[in-house]
């Protein structure tokens, strides 16, 4: 098994991160339309370059406190046909991980709720929570999105 690359972004501080390939673009917070009758993580639509994009804030999804953040990012992902944008805090720089610096996620913190955790990557010191964007929400989540 090869290094594997990373995108990290930061919630509330915290580092994350995401495998490179699941990325198509990261992009400037925009103006983001709310959608009524929305799940409460929904964030709302973005138009990116004439396509409709469904943005989750994964704060919200994560269940996690909002604070504030200035210069917010959207992550670009692909499941599918389908393109979804994730609101994080910051999202940029990259990181290399050998194979022996990637762990199973602990068994502690894999519960029905929070599947999403592929991996812990150990870089500078520091673990990092690897999110599979692709399984942060269901494909019965998706078609409620998608059905709005």
Same mark, same amino acid.
């Given at each position: 098994?090869? %290094?594997? /690359?990373? !995108?990290?972004?930061?919630?509330? +501080?915290?580092?994350?991160?995401?495998?490179?390939?699941?990325? #198509? *673009?990261?992009?400037?917070?925009?103006?983001?339309?709310?959608?009524?009758?929305?799940?409460?993580?929904?964030?709302?639509?973005?138009?990116?370059?004439?396509?409709?994009?469904?943005?989750?804030?994964?704060?919200?999804?994560?269940?996690?406190?909002?604070?504030?953040? %200035?210069? /917010?990012? !959207?992550?670009?992902?692909?499941? +599918?046909?389908?393109?979804?944008?994730?609101?994080?805090?910051? #999202? *940029?720089?990259?990181?290399?991980?050998?194979?022996?610096?990637?762990?199973?996620?602990?068994?502690?913190?894999?519960?029905?709720?929070?599947?999403?955790?592929?991996?812990?990557?150990?870089?500078?010191?520091?673990?990092?929570?690897?999110?599979?964007?692709?399984?942060?929400?269901?494909?019965?989540?998706?078609?409620?999105?998608?059905?709005?």
């Amino acid at each position: 098994m090869a %290094d594997k /690359q990373y !995108i990290v972004f930061k919630l509330n +501080g915290e580092k994350f991160a995401a495998n490179i390939n699941q990325i #198509a *673009s990261i992009t400037e917070f925009a103006s983001i339309t709310s959608l009524p009758n929305a799940p409460a993580y929904v964030e709302g639509l973005l138009n990116l370059r004439g396509d409709i994009i469904p943005v989750i804030n994964l704060k919200k999804r994560f269940k996690m406190a909002y604070e504030g953040i %200035d210069n /917010q990012r !959207i992550l670009i992902a692909r499941k +599918g046909d389908i393109q979804i944008g994730f609101l994080v805090d910051d #999202a *940029s720089q990259s990181m290399t991980v050998g194979e022996k610096n990637i762990l199973p996620p602990p068994m502690i913190a894999i519960r029905k709720d929070n599947k999403y955790i592929s991996e812990v990557a150990v870089y500078q010191d520091e673990l990092i929570i690897v999110v599979d964007l692709e399984r942060v929400l269901t494909d019965d989540e998706i078609d409620e999105i998608m059905d709005l």
